[in-house]
């Protein structure tokens, strides 16, 4: 079992990246056709991205190693909403509606969260996540250095937006300026991305129009813009958190409209409870939404409009949401409930196909996050490549295109992924981290766990 690296030699880098062939049998490169390819190559350069993807037949000559993998290889999955530390808290309140369940069991259960903690647990979610074939994840929470050193230590890739917030016993922290400025001032230092392979993405994350008041969802905004960074917000999440926010403005998107807060790279999360014209106005201003089925049919918060969303012209990725809220950070099942939702909702059994489901997962997750270099195997991007196999029970007719692809996302799952890189290093090898001693995690996780439970 692998062993912890220490964080002082993550300080030199992640591991060099040697040129590498990857040949498999099918390739899914997540291209906008989702197209299958077979007897297919990946060429990995010595940056940790894709130089060449395509017929084996007709690629050009390599100089590097040629490792020759069975079953198929697509990008890694892009989860575009998680609060991964919140693992230690999974299984809390598990039948509360949100607001009950945020102010009554969270909120207090996180206050008795420190950075070792929330350190501890992002490393064990972060090494679940590999496991699923998720390489990125856009992360609200506290304790950057926590989080960052974290997914340092795992070699997994995230979009981080620290939560910043004003509600009553989050003060502990700062004030919501306090903490909008700590992410200035680290953007400022170092760069929107960072990192061995720009593993490290910062960007903001106000929480909620109910727990900002309105200058600070303006001025956070105008931090995000100045910078382009991403600003990653919960929006309509359920019918009873916003009331006086839809009183006085009509909807949360017109009033962060109205503040000035949907210009520039904005992604809200949930976007469940949204009319013809909040659709609209999300669609007019480039906002993205991350769709979270799980989280939101848990918390009885209601069905996202995905196909209307979609058919506006609004980017759609997935999301996960917390471990504490979905409990799970599977985005193959994401896939699967997000499409038979649509279907029942729709009564269309044609409503996000599989290679719909797929690209959500991959492709249009990257795009709504404002990521061209992350969610395809093509040529520039990083290569966040996963391994699944195809010597399974799911695939009866893995020579059919249209079934593999049926096959991989109504019937595979989580349970094929054999290997995952993140910017050309392997960092799952057969199933398990290459980084990390995952049960060992495991058991700092449940010794945390055990404290904040009492």
Same mark, same amino acid.
């Given at each position: 079992?692998?062993?912890?690296?220490?964080?002082?030699?993550?300080?030199?880098?992640?591991?060099?990246?040697?040129?590498?062939?990857?040949?498999?049998?099918?390739?899914?490169?997540?291209?906008?056709?989702?197209?299958?390819?077979?007897?297919?190559?990946?060429?990995?350069?010595?940056?940790?991205?894709?130089?060449?993807?395509?017929?084996?037949?007709?690629?050009?000559?390599?100089?590097?190693?040629?490792?020759?993998?069975?079953?198929?290889?697509?990008?890694?999955?892009?989860?575009?909403?998680?609060?991964?530390?919140?693992?230690?808290?999974?299984?809390?309140?598990?039948?509360?509606?949100?607001?009950?369940?945020?102010?009554?069991?969270?909120?207090?259960?996180?206050?008795?969260?420190?950075?070792?903690?929330?350190?501890?647990?992002?490393?064990?979610?972060?090494?679940?996540?590999?496991?699923?074939?998720?390489?990125?994840?856009?992360?609200?929470?506290?304790?950057?250095?926590?989080?960052?050193?974290?997914?340092?230590?795992?070699?997994?890739?995230?979009?981080?937006?620290?939560?910043?917030?004003?509600?009553?016993?989050?003060?502990?922290?700062?004030?919501?300026?306090?903490?909008?400025?700590?992410?200035?001032?680290?953007?400022?230092?170092?760069?929107?991305?960072?990192?061995?392979?720009?593993?490290?993405?910062?960007?903001?994350?106000?929480?909620?129009?109910?727990?900002?008041?309105?200058?600070?969802?303006?001025?956070?905004?105008?931090?995000?813009?100045?910078?382009?960074?991403?600003?990653?917000?919960?929006?309509?999440?359920?019918?009873?958190?916003?009331?006086?926010?839809?009183?006085?403005?009509?909807?949360?998107? /017109?009033?962060? +409209? %109205?503040?000035?807060? @949907?210009?520039?790279? #904005?992604? !809200?999360?949930?976007?469940?409870?949204?009319?013809? =014209?909040?659709?609209?106005?999300?669609?007019?201003?480039?906002?993205?939404?991350?769709?979270?089925?799980?989280?939101?049919?848990?918390?009885?918060?209601?069905?996202?409009?995905?196909?209307?969303?979609?058919?506006?012209?609004?980017?759609?990725?997935?999301?996960?949401?917390?471990?504490?809220?979905?409990?799970?950070?599977?985005?193959?099942?994401?896939?699967?409930?997000?499409?038979?939702?649509?279907?029942?909702?729709?009564?269309?059994?044609?409503?996000?196909?599989?290679?719909?489901?797929?690209?959500?997962?991959?492709?249009?997750?990257?795009?709504?996050?404002?990521?061209?270099?992350?969610?395809?195997?093509?040529?520039?991007?990083?290569?966040?490549?996963?391994?699944?196999?195809?010597?399974?029970?799911?695939?009866? /007719?893995?020579? +059919? %295109?249209?079934?593999? @692809?049926?096959?991989? #996302?109504? !019937?595979?799952?989580?349970?094929?992924?054999?290997? =995952?890189?993140?910017?050309?290093?392997?960092?799952?090898?057969?199933?398990?981290?290459?980084?990390?001693d995952r049960r060992a995690a495991t058991v700092a996780l449940r010794d945390v766990a055990a404290r904040i439970r009492g």
């Amino acid at each position: 079992m692998a062993a912890a690296v220490p964080l002082a030699a993550l300080a030199a880098g992640a591991p060099a990246v040697t040129p590498t062939r990857l040949v498999a049998p099918v390739v899914l490169p997540c291209d906008p056709r989702c197209s299958v390819l077979r007897n297919a190559v990946v060429d990995v350069d010595e940056d940790g991205r894709i130089a060449y993807v395509g017929p084996r037949a007709t690629a050009p000559d390599g100089t590097g190693p040629v490792r020759m993998l069975p079953g198929a290889l697509l990008p890694g999955l892009v989860n575009t909403h998680a609060h991964t530390p919140m693992i230690a808290l999974r299984g809390m309140g598990g039948d509360l509606p949100l607001l009950r369940w945020l102010q009554d069991v969270m909120w207090p259960a996180e206050g008795r969260l420190e950075a070792a903690d929330v350190h501890v647990a992002m490393t064990s979610g972060c090494a679940e996540l590999l496991r699923t074939g998720c390489t990125t994840s856009v992360e609200m929470y506290f304790f950057t250095d926590a989080v960052i050193d974290a997914v340092s230590a795992v070699g997994s890739r995230v979009v981080l937006t620290p939560g910043i917030i004003a509600a009553p016993g989050w003060d502990r922290l700062g004030t919501w300026e306090q903490m909008r400025d700590d992410v200035s001032a680290r953007i400022d230092a170092v760069g929107v991305r960072s990192g061995p392979g720009e593993r490290i993405e910062l960007g903001y994350g106000p929480h909620a129009a109910y727990t900002l008041p309105p200058d600070a969802l303006a001025s956070v905004a105008e931090h995000a813009r100045a910078r382009d960074a991403l600003m990653h917000i919960h929006v309509a999440e359920t019918a009873e958190e916003d009331r006086a926010q839809r009183a006085s403005h009509g909807s949360v998107p /017109a009033l962060l +409209d %109205d503040v000035g807060a @949907l210009g520039g790279r #904005v992604l !809200a999360a949930h976007g469940v409870h949204l009319s013809e =014209v909040d659709i609209a106005l999300l669609a007019s201003r480039g906002t993205a939404v991350a769709h979270c089925p799980g989280s939101n049919a848990k918390l009885a918060a209601g069905v996202a409009r995905v196909t209307a969303l979609r058919r506006a012209g609004v980017r759609v990725g997935l999301g996960t949401d917390g471990p504490a809220s979905g409990d799970d950070l599977d985005m193959w099942a994401e896939a699967r409930l997000a499409g038979l939702l649509a279907r029942v909702g729709s009564g269309d059994a044609a409503a996000l196909t599989a290679a719909e489901l797929l690209l959500m997962s991959t492709r249009d997750g990257a795009a709504a996050i404002g990521r061209e270099d992350l969610g395809a195997i093509e040529a520039g991007r990083w290569a966040d490549i996963v391994h699944v196999d195809l010597d399974d029970p799911a695939f009866v /007719a893995p020579d +059919d %295109d249209a079934q593999l @692809l049926s096959n991989l #996302v109504w !019937a595979g799952g989580s349970r094929l992924v054999r290997d =995952v890189w993140v910017a050309g290093e392997q960092v799952l090898a057969d199933g398990e981290p290459t980084r990390v001693d995952r049960r060992a995690a495991t058991v700092a996780l449940r010794d945390v766990a055990a404290r904040i439970r009492g």
